[in-house]
RNA sequence: GUGGGUGUAGCUCAGUCGGUUAGAGCGCCUGACUGUGGAUCAGGAGGUCGAGGGUUCAAUUCCCUUCACUCACCCCA
């Protein structure tokens, strides 16, 4: 082969490499995620990243299967699709078993989504995303626990309370308004969701031009500002509060008050998110950090996803927390992990001689749960010390021939220099103390 | 899909108004130091200057195309 023709050592595009030190960020917030998912009594599960190319099909955006999907026919003539999003595959699990298991159903899972999108910051092609939902129950109490699970997570990531904050509406409310309230042609208010939902982020006279642009009136569209700017205080005074969302709503806001949560969450009437199957409460997170100024992750109420698969009609909410959006948070607040080191003790090996000897006093660090790597290569021990300062291992073990005569090990603390010699049957207690003292 | 910016060593970047053999810092390897790492010193490896084509006596430099990265849109969580 000559050097044109070597292979590229890119990743295919839209995608990451996890390097030990990378992976040890996803871990470190997947097991916090797990953690807190855990102590609400949800379980794990997952699915196979291929599914059939209909279940997207079915109820997915168009321009999610059209543009963004990525499939193929099998060389048995399937035609499959790669997972671009995990809900159908929760929705098409529960269905299969929507005999047995008992509800609600509190599941929870880490999957990677593919979706073949422009790379560009917060959007790849292949990221992960922790997915927990609560199915079979149209208690809003279920949609406050979900948030409460979010809050959870964001403050054991390190988060502060002022950090961040989760917008709240509710899609029944948003229906109430454009149709009772603003009478608008039911064809109209797909459009109108969408530069609702685009409001932050646009003028107030782009807003109204792209209102007007729709065909609305100026007295349309002082209604829509002023159904914007409701914040929980002014809404019993609306119109919409006649609207079975404002009672959901409000008991949802009592609740998470109730457990200490309010504080972080306020009522947003732009929230509308662009998942069609969205139908009650729908939520997003903000970081509030100026740097960082956008939508962490959301989630909200989707009836009856199940039906697709099943005649029974099972409602459900959850949530997406997608990896690269996390990190970024952690990253802008100065809230990511150390490096944790991978062995506390790296055992030096003198020379060949002293390979099996050395060999066995690793085994018995090990033996004792103390993680050990061990000198492979015999090398000048000048390298073995250097090496084991670049991969922070906090001590060192020698038994050269002097401490082997006398039965004895040397043990190094290299962040201080010091180092001293110990009977071999006092090694594994001596490494153990000198562990504790690092922490 | 649209528009802007950027591609030079593993990384961060200089440089070339077109002209011998393309540089620095950091990192890596070797040695000074055959029982000790963060310092110092000396040396070394590593580049078809993103790729292809064009203009020219001569292209890393100018032109075209293409690819990649990146930002903003579009779209979407």
């Given at each position: 082969m000559t050097q044109s023709q070597k292979l590229t050592v890119?990743?295919?595009?839209g995608t990451r490499d996890f390097y030990p030190e990378h992976m040890y960020l996803r871990n470190h917030m997947f097991n916090i995620m797990r953690s807190v998912a855990e102590l609400y009594g949800y379980e794990e599960y997952d699915g196979p990243m291929l599914e059939n190319f209909d279940l997207y099909a079915a109820k997915s955006g168009e321009e999610l299967v059209k543009e963004q999907l990525y499939h193929f026919v099998d060389r048995g003539n399937r035609h499959v699709a790669i997972r671009p999003e995990m809900t159908p595959t929760v929705a098409r699990m529960v269905a299969a078993r929507i005999g047995e298991l008992p509800r609600p159903i509190r599941w929870f899972s880490f999957p990677n989504l593919w979706r073949y999108e422009k790379p560009q910051r917060g959007r790849l092609r292949e990221h992960w995303q922790f997915n927990i939902d609560i199915l079979g129950s149209d208690s809003v109490s279920a949609d406050q626990e979900i948030i409460e699970v979010a809050i959870k997570i964001m403050l054991k990531l390190?988060?502060?309370?002022?950090d961040f904050c989760i917008h709240i509406s509710d899609r029944r409310i948003l229906m109430y308004f454009l149709e009772?309230?603003?009478?608008?042609?039911?064809?109209l208010s797909a459009p109108v969701c969408r530069v609702i939902d685009k409001r932050a982020k646009i003028s107030a006279e782009d807003f109204n031009r792209m209102l007007i642009d729709i065909g609305l009136s100026n007295g349309q569209i002082d209604e829509i500002d002023s159904y914007l700017n409701l914040t929980g205080k002014n809404l019993s005074d609306h119109p919409v509060s006649q609207s079975e969302g404002y009672a959901e709503l409000n008991k949802l806001l009592e609740g998470l008050a109730n457990n200490g949560m309010d504080s972080m969450c306020k009522v947003d009437?732009?929230?509308?998110?662009?998942?069609?199957?969205?139908?009650g409460t729908v939520f997003e997170m903000y970081d509030l950090s100026p740097e960082n100024r956008r939508a962490l992750f959301g989630g909200g109420r989707y009836d009856n996803l199940v039906g697709l698969f099943s005649k029974e009609r099972v409602s459900g909410v959850g949530l997406g927390m997608g990896d690269v959006t996390v990190a970024d948070f952690l990253q802008t607040h100065n809230l990511l992990p150390k490096l944790n080191p991978a062995a506390s003790v790296h055992v030096a090996l003198f020379d060949e001689n002293s390979r099996l000897s050395t060999s066995h006093l690793a085994n018995i660090l090990r033996s004792a749960g103390i993680r050990t790597s061990m000198q492979i290569e015999s090398a000048r021990l000048g390298k073995q010390f250097k090496w084991a300062n670049s991969k922070q291992i906090p001590v060192v073990v020698l038994q050269g021939p002097d401490e082997k005569a006398q039965g004895t090990v040397l043990i190094k603390e290299m962040a201080s220099h010091n180092q001293r010699v110990v009977k071999e049957a006092d090694l594994v207690s001596a490494i153990h103390q000198l562990l504790n003292l690092d922490v």
């Open positions: 890119k990743p295919y595009r390190g988060a502060d309370k002022k009772s309230v603003l009478k608008l042609d039911p064809s009437m732009s929230i509308v998110r662009g998942l069609d199957y969205y139908t």
